[in-house]
């Protein structure tokens, strides 16, 4: 259990960083943090606040796809990674100018996809509660024999949508995030589950 833990928390530090690097880069959030920036520019609060308020919503969804109890632990799980999101956005980062170029606009955003999905990649394999888009990804993955990576674009397009709609922070990189994020997910799942054995897991 101490190895799944380590793994869960690693993952969802690394994935709240990425999104902190996706927003600060300022060339588009991801398609669901930018849902949760227009919350933010409309009513207040953190960005963290509003990833837990509109994720709740996707448990919901989550929980009618697979005709299962509305999952309070995948609230727990948003919690602690929009803690982790605060953390890194509001604090650790926010004195850093990631905006001087082009250049280190780009390189900031690179980095940053590149942590998200490979944090959700780590994370999801502990088999502990998952955060709500993830819980969706693999609920859709399971009901319609959907790869991780075709229900992670019907998500992330979705979240492109109703970011638009608020006024968040929709630009080309957040369409960029919604055609690849899945793929970097699928790798890296794929290579944890070849070179890290979860113990008491079943595959």
Same mark, same amino acid.
């Given at each position: &259990?101490?190895? #799944?833990?380590?793994? %869960?928390? *690693?993952?969802?530090?690394?994935?709240?960083?990425?999104? +902190?690097?996706?927003?600060?880069?300022?060339?588009?959030?991801?398609?669901?943090?930018?849902?949760?920036?227009?919350?933010?520019?409309?009513?207040?609060? $953190?960005?963290?606040?509003?990833?837990?308020?509109?994720?709740?919503? =996707? *448990?919901?969804?989550?929980?009618?796809?697979? #005709? +299962? #109890?509305?999952? @309070?632990?995948?609230?727990? +799980?948003? &919690?602690? #990674?929009?803690? @982790?999101?605060?953390?890194?956005? %509001?604090?650790?980062?926010?004195?850093?100018?990631?905006?001087?170029?082009? *250049?280190?606009?780009? &390189? $900031?955003?690179?980095? !940053?996809?590149?942590?998200? /999905?490979? !944090?959700? /990649?780590? %994370?999801?394999? +502990?088999?502990?509660?998952?955060?709500?888009?993830?819980?969706?990804?693999?609920?859709?993955?399971?009901?319609?024999?959907?790869?991780?990576?075709?229900?992670?674009?019907?998500?992330?397009?979705?979240?492109?949508?109703? !970011? @638009?709609?608020?006024? !968040?922070?929709?630009?080309?990189?957040? =369409?960029i995030i919604a055609l690849t994020l899945g793929r970097i997910i699928s790798v890296?799942?794929?290579? &944890?589950?070849?070179?890290? *054995?979860?113990?008491?897991?079943? $595959?």
């Amino acid at each position: &259990m101490g190895k #799944r833990i380590t793994v %869960y928390f *690693v993952g969802l530090i690394i994935t709240a960083l990425g999104i +902190a690097l996706v927003v600060h880069s300022d060339v588009g959030a991801g398609p669901w943090d930018a849902v949760a920036v227009g919350l933010k520019l409309h009513f207040g609060l $953190t960005i963290g606040m509003w990833s837990i308020i509109a994720q709740g919503c =996707v *448990v919901l969804i989550t929980a009618i796809i697979e #005709r +299962a #109890r509305f999952q @309070f632990e995948s609230i727990l +799980a948003i &919690m602690l #990674r929009s803690w @982790f999101l605060d953390l890194w956005f %509001y604090v650790i980062l926010n004195d850093i100018n990631f905006t001087s170029s082009p *250049v280190i606009q780009w &390189m $900031t955003f690179a980095l !940053g996809v590149f942590a998200v /999905g490979l !944090g959700i /990649g780590i %994370y999801v394999e +502990a088999k502990l509660p998952k955060t709500p888009l993830d819980g969706l990804m693999l609920a859709l993955s399971n009901a319609f024999g959907w790869s991780l990576s075709t229900a992670r674009i019907l998500i992330e397009l979705t979240g492109v949508a109703i !970011g @638009f709609l608020l006024g !968040g922070p929709v630009g080309i990189g957040t =369409v960029i995030i919604a055609l690849t994020l899945g793929r970097i997910i699928s790798v890296v799942n794929r290579s &944890m589950k070849k070179h890290i *054995v979860m113990p008491g897991v079943s $595959t």
